[in-house]
T-cell receptor, first 114, second 111 residues
C-alpha cells in the first residue's frame, strides 16, 4: 500500500514570491505521482504528473515538480505566485497499473498575501 | 464537454434516509472511483471498479454500496444515512495511470 504526507497544512506567501509545497510518499513498488489543485467550491484539476523519464515535470499555470526517488519526495514549486493561485493543493500517488485508484495527501492550503 | 458527470450537486438527507449518487463518464475509461472529501482529511477512496463487472472496497467503505451498471456508469448508495456521512463526494474515472478525471462533486449533508 502507498501513503502520502504533505508536510504543511497551510502555507502563507506574499504575491510574486516563490513557493514550495512539500510532498513525501511511501511505497514498496514503483509509483506514479500527481499534483492536483482545488479552487474554492470546485472539483480537482490536474496540475502535473510524473509517470517516468525526466524527474523534473512541468505543469500548468507555471508550476513544476521534481521527483526524487532517494528522498521519496515530489515537491511542487512555482517561482512567482499570484493571488489567483490561492487554493488547496493535493499530492497523490498510485502504483502498478493504477486501476486501484489514487492515494491522496491531506492537502496544503496555499494562501497568497498581497 | 467530455468528462465525468455527477448528480445531484447538492443533497440534504435526514438520518436513516437512503439515496443513490449517480456518476457517468463518456471517455470510455475502464476504471471508476468514488471518493469522499472531509476538511483536513484529503480525499479518501470509498469504492472502486477496476473494470466493468468488478468492484472493490477502498479505504472507507462502511455504510456504502456501489454498482457498476455498465462501462459508463458507477453509482454510490447510502442505505441508511448517518451524520458522519456528511461530506463532499467525488466520482472519478481513469485509464490506468495515464490520467484521472474527476467530477465536480456532490455536497451531501445528513441532519
Amino acid at each position: 500500500a502507498q501513503s502520502v504526507t504533505q508536510l504543511d497544512s497551510q502555507v502563507p506567501v506574499f504575491e510574486e514570491a516563490p513557493v514550495e509545497l512539500r510532498c513525501n510518499y511511501s511505497s514498496s513498488v514503483s509509483v506514479y505521482l500527481f499534483w492536483y489543485v482545488q479552487y474554492p467550491n470546485q472539483g480537482l484539476q490536474l496540475l502535473l504528473k510524473y509517470l517516468s523519464g525526466s524527474t523534473l515535470v512541468k505543469g500548468i499555470n507555471g508550476f513544476e515538480a521534481e521527483f526524487n526517488k532517494s528522498q521519496t519526495s515530489f515537491h511542487l514549486r512555482k517561482p512567482s505566485v499570484h493571488i489567483s493561485d490561492t487554493a488547496e493543493y493535493f499530492c497523490a500517488v498510485t502504483a502498478g497499473g493504477g486501476a486501484d485508484g489514487l492515494t491522496f495527501g491531506k492537502g496544503t492550503h496555499l494562501i497568497i498575501q498581497p | 464537454n467530455a468528462g465525468v458527470t455527477q448528480t445531484p450537486k447538492f443533497q440534504v438527507l435526514k438520518t436513516g434516509q437512503s439515496m443513490t449518487l449517480q456518476c457517468a463518464q463518456d471517455m470510455n475509461h475502464n476504471s471508476m472511483y468514488w471518493y469522499r472529501q472531509d476538511p483536513g482529511m484529503g480525499l479518501r477512496l470509498i469504492y472502486y471498479s477496476a473494470s466493468e463487472g468488478t468492484t472493490d472496497k477502498g479505504e472507507v467503505p462502511n455504510g456504502y454500496n456501489v454498482s457498476r451498471l455498465n462501462k459508463r456508469e458507477f453509482s454510490l448508495r447510502l442505505e441508511s444515512a448517518a451524520p458522519s456521512q456528511t461530506s463532499v463526494y467525488f466520482c472519478a474515472s481513469s485509464e490506468g495511470q495515464l490520467g484521472y478525471t474527476f467530477g465536480s462533486g456532490t455536497r451531501l449533508t445528513v441532519v
